[in-house]
């Protein structure tokens, strides 16, 4: 296989497709896509034209992700902007889609990434910051699970812990800002807690209804992000923070604990201050240790530390802080946050500074220049 054939190839293929219409991201994607099958194929025979090869290709992914985009939009479209409460009446295919991608044939993240671009309507790059690998990397393992259930009969269903980390995932991107899909994963995940008595289904559905409680709060008149201790608490929308805490209970009283249940009881315990002064961060942090023993996750003991350094003071939880990869998403927010709590202002506007640098989105970007000018200001 010619590496640099592809390497010159791409920058031309990606040209072609944008002037036939191809918003840039999705012209990425199809050539990202064309460029994987490429690798597959091409060692047997290298075709005649290699770049009308590419196009053709890149072209038919670009058709097919613009059809499967519109389908999920239309379904959007007849949602009304908040979900309502109750449970849902019947179970739609949407659902079913998600198990059906949750095929027993792969690996539960080759599964959580082939149901996240091909039915929520993520793109590669999305899925790739979410599981914190190289967006080629992600297009290629999309690309073999693909291959995996191609020609597959999908007479077997997938199974919930699969459908819940996706749907997790697709509430994640959508309470984000990226695109508005914290609405769908919640009606979908209402549809799947009345079709399943399953705990963790109750867990993610208590952990979705707390975070989006607080959405009408998260970001301010002009768009910029609010930090939870800025936030207008009343603001929060009660009748669900009530709906989820409910869910909550009655879950954990089963003495089946799960990571959704922790999260959201982290969530519970958030939404229950009156003020950000009186949040209880010694139960925040037990909760957080329950969670790390549940899933070991590098992610889980970065939250773990700022709870910490709430509870006991910013010095421990820098300590906590130290013990944990500086190459982790966020890291360096943390640490400014830490640092300004310490006193260190001038180390916390440099490290404020550089998180901006490395924010995954703008209005986090946005939000962390403006913290590090509010103490550089102070210092002059």
């Known amino acids: 296989m010619d590496e640099l054939l592809l390497r010159s190839l791409t920058p031309g293929v990606l040209a072609v497709l944008v002037r036939r219409g191809a918003d840039f991201a999705a012209a990425e994607d199809a050539v990202q896509d064309a460029l994987v099958e490429a690798v597959r194929v091409w060692p047997g025979k290298t075709p005649r034209d290699p770049k009308g090869w590419l196009v053709t290709v890149a072209w038919r992914r670009f ?14 479209d007849r949602l009304d902007e908040e979900p309502a409460p109750g449970p849902a009446p019947t179970v ?56 995996t ?13 699969t459908v819940l980390r996706v749907l997790y995932l697709v509430f994640n991107e959508g309470y984000s800002g990226d695109v508005d899909l914290a609405a769908e994963a919640v009606r979908l ?36 992000l609010v930090p939870l201790a800025g936030q207008d608490r009343g603001r929060w929308d009660t009748g669900m923070i009530a709906e989820g805490v409910g869910i909550l209970q009655a879950a ?7 990571e959704f249940q922790a999260q959201a009881a982290v969530a519970a315990l958030h939404a229950d201050a009156p003020t950000a002064e009186e949040t209880d961060w010694v139960q925040i942090v037990e909760w957080y240790d329950e969670l790390a023993g549940l899933t070991d996750s590098p992610v889980v003991r970065l939250n773990r530390a700022v709870a910490v350094g709430e509870a006991d003071g910013p010095r421990a939880g820098l300590a906590e802080l130290a013990a944990l990869s500086d190459s982790l998403p966020r890291h360096t927010a943390v640490a400014a946050y830490l640092h300004e709590r310490d006193g260190d202002l001038p180390t916390a506007a440099r490290l404020y500074a550089e998180a901006a640098h490395k924010a995954p989105t703008l209005a986090e970007r946005d939000h962390l220049t403006r913290q590090a000018a509010r103490l550089n200001a102070g210092l002059r």
């Open 63 to 76: 058709l097919d992700a613009t059809r499967a985009d519109a389908s999920r939009r239309r379904r959007e």
């Open 92 to 147: 739609d295919d949407t659902l079913q889609l998600y198990f059906l991608c949750a095929h027993p044939s792969l690996t539960p993240s080759s599964a959580v990434a082939l149901t996240l671009r091909a039915v929520g309507g993520l793109t590669t790059r999305q899925i790739a910051r979410a599981y914190l690998v190289p967006e080629a990397t992600m297009a290629q393992r999309i690309s073999r699970a693909k291959r």
């Open 149 to 161: 259930v191609s020609g597959v009969r999908f007479d077997r269903p997938g199974d919930v812990s």
């Open 189 to 224: 995940t209402r549809q799947l807690a009345a079709a399943i008595d399953h705990p963790e289904v109750a867990g993610l559905l208590a952990l979705m209804l707390l975070h989006h409680a607080r959405r009408a709060s998260r970001t301010a008149p002009d768009g910029s």
């Open 252 to 258: 954990l009283a089963r003495d089946r604990l799960g």
